[in-house]
């Protein structure tokens, strides 16, 4: 034919959507295209090796000027040919677009010819998106896609678990104490922190002083703040255990102060029944309680118990993206009276939900936390590591619903102690033990 395209439509209105080519190049007045719907890879070998032995030298009418030039295309062309041999012509009518596009004997001035193959081979380029996008060819593609994801896993946890067995014949007490750390429930970042410091051939003793790095990380106030007089607010998400806690704290101030000396506000008008329980331990300590939604109001409120020794503001306990939070924090920051913000964060807790909690209500600026459900967690790991991490100190610590008895001022040894009594009660699983060699993979860790 005198261009590719028109070989091509030749080869598509022939042959059928079956064919395919075989090979393609420069011949004296065109271009010459070999096609087949069923061929012998014998034949065609043979034709590569002729066509090999040609010396690049020779020149056809029509064909390039120069021997270098028809050096390169004769490569190109040999090129088209293997790729030809090895893959079938799904659409000869979208090939004959792409190859055509490639020629270099294409005349480019030939541009109604151009636009009406480019019209046909446009509707053909639909239909084979159309075959691209077949659902069962999808469903295979996501297959084969979830099977290259899974293989991958599989090969980086299997070199991460030879890196971790290497690491453990290297340096036995390290290792060691990560799993001990990590079994307590601390992140694998902050238990290297903590066993990367210690250098000891014991592991007895080792995990002595790791515990006593631990310990040391924890901030714990050393004064009992309800002594210390003043406006508090407790602050926290739902379910923590607030109105409690408060009703705890009122009962050390009636006992320290008596009932006249401590009143209670609540800002929590969201919940049934939510200051009704708040009057409840008022009537039982026999101290005022107030219920305010306003920051005006809680401000009048403040304003008349200036001669109380000790006033605890609960809160609405909201989720992490709850906008009335906002609300909450706006009536709390108005006041013309210092409030002091405790945040209150349950033992129970996830990771990740404590990660959250300590985000979102940042917005209020705590001074302190204090910590709940102490005797319904089975581990203190997460809750220990969001105030190391974040350098929080502890207030308080409740582990029960007897009230006042169940509030203590905590030490920061007892606390580890309970940590790893937690952790023995619960060993470590097997798969855990990947799951710190996946991520010890991404530490920069000592030799």
């Known amino acids: 034919?005198?261009?590719?395209?028109?070989?091509?439509?030749?080869?598509?209105?022939?042959?059928?959507?079956?064919?395919?080519?075989l090979?393609?190049?420069?011949?004296?007045?065109?271009?010459?295209?070999?096609?087949a719907i069923d061929y012998d890879e014998a034949l065609l070998a043979a034709r590569r090796q002729k066509n090999d032995a040609q010396p690049t030298s020779q020149h056809h009418p029509g064909a390039l000027d120069n021997a270098s030039e028809q050096?390169?295309?004769?490569?190109?062309?040999?090129?088209?040919?293997?790729?030809?041999?090895?893959?079938?012509?799904?659409?000869?009518?979208?090939?004959?677009?792409?190859?055509?596009?490639?020629?270099?004997?294409?005349?480019?001035t030939d541009s109604p010819s151009r636009q009406r193959t480019r019209s046909v081979s446009s509707g053909t380029s639909a239909k084979e998106t159309q075959w691209l996008e077949d659902p069962s060819l999808a469903r295979l593609r996501e297959s084969l896609t979830e099977e290259m994801q899974a293989l991958r896993h599989l090969l980086e946890t299997q070199m991460a678990d030879f890196?971790?067995?290497?690491?453990?014949?290297?340096?036995p007490v390290y290792c060691e104490m990560m799993r001990?750390?990590?079994?307590?429930?601390?992140?694998?970042?902050?238990?290297?922190?903590?066993?990367?410091?210690?250098?000891s051939e014991e592991i007895g003793d080792a995990w002595y002083k790791v515990a006593a790095l631990a310990a040391k990380a924890i901030s714990i106030t050393d004064k009992d703040l309800v002594q210390q007089q003043g406006v508090y607010a407790l602050v926290g998400p739902t379910g923590v255990g607030k109105t409690t806690t408060l009703a705890k704290l009122a009962a050390?101030?009636?006992?320290?102060?008596?009932?006249?000396?401590?009143?209670?506000?609540?800002?929590?008008?969201?919940?049934?029944?939510?200051?009704?329980?708040?009057?409840?331990?008022?009537?039982?300590?026999?101290?005022?309680?107030?219920i305010t939604q306003d920051a005006a109001e809680l401000n009048q409120i403040l304003?008349?118990?200036?001669?109380?020794?000790?006033?605890?503001?609960?809160?609405?306990?909201?989720?992490?993206?709850?906008?009335?939070?906002?609300?909450?924090?706006?009536?709390?920051?108005?006041?013309?009276?210092?409030?002091?913000?405790?945040?209150?964060?349950?033992?129970?807790?996830?990771?990740?939900?404590?990660?959250?909690?300590?985000?979102?209500?940042?917005?209020?600026s705590p001074t302190e936390v204090i910590l709940t459900k102490l005797d319904e967690a089975t581990s203190f790991g997460p809750v220990l590591s969001q105030v190391i991490r974040e350098q929080l100190t502890i207030a308080y610590v409740t582990d029960?619903?007897?009230?006042?008895?169940?509030?203590?001022?905590?030490?920061?040894?007892?606390?580890?102690?309970?940590?790893i009594r937690l952790a023995n009660a619960h060993p470590l699983e097997e798969a855990e033990e990947w799951r710190i060699a996946q991520a010890v993979g991404g530490l920069k860790l000592r030799a």
């Open 23 to 35: 090979s393609s190049g420069a011949v004296a007045g065109g271009v010459e295209i070999v096609a």
């Open 303 to 364: 304003e008349r118990l200036l001669d109380k020794k000790l006033v605890l503001i609960d809160t609405a306990g909201v989720a992490h993206r709850d906008e009335r939070l906002l609300e909450q924090a706006a009536i709390l920051g108005d006041t013309v009276y210092p409030v002091r913000i405790w945040l209150t964060l349950s033992a129970t807790a996830h990771q990740f939900s404590l990660t959250e909690a300590v985000k979102r209500f940042s917005v209020f």
């Open 252 to 290: 050390r101030g009636v006992l320290q102060f008596g009932p006249d000396a401590v009143a209670l506000i609540t800002t929590d008008g969201f919940r049934i029944g939510a200051h009704e329980q708040l009057q409840i331990y008022a009537q039982l300590l026999g101290v005022e309680c107030f």
């Open 1 to 21: 034919a005198p261009d590719m395209r028109t070989a091509l439509t030749l080869v598509s209105k022939e042959l059928g959507p079956d064919a395919a080519i």
């Open 400 to 419: 029960g619903q007897k009230v006042p008895e169940d509030i203590r001022i905590p030490k920061a040894h007892e606390l580890v102690a309970e940590a």
């Open 163 to 171: 890196g971790w067995q290497r690491r453990a014949k290297q340096t």
């Open 180 to 199: 001990r750390l990590v079994n307590l429930g601390l992140p694998v970042s902050l238990a290297n922190h903590f066993a990367s410091q210690v250098h």
């Open 71 to 108: 050096e390169a295309e004769r490569e190109k062309t040999k090129s088209l040919d293997e790729r030809a041999s090895t893959k079938p012509l799904v659409s000869p009518d979208s090939a004959m677009d792409r190859l055509a596009e490639q020629s270099p004997w294409q005349n480019k």
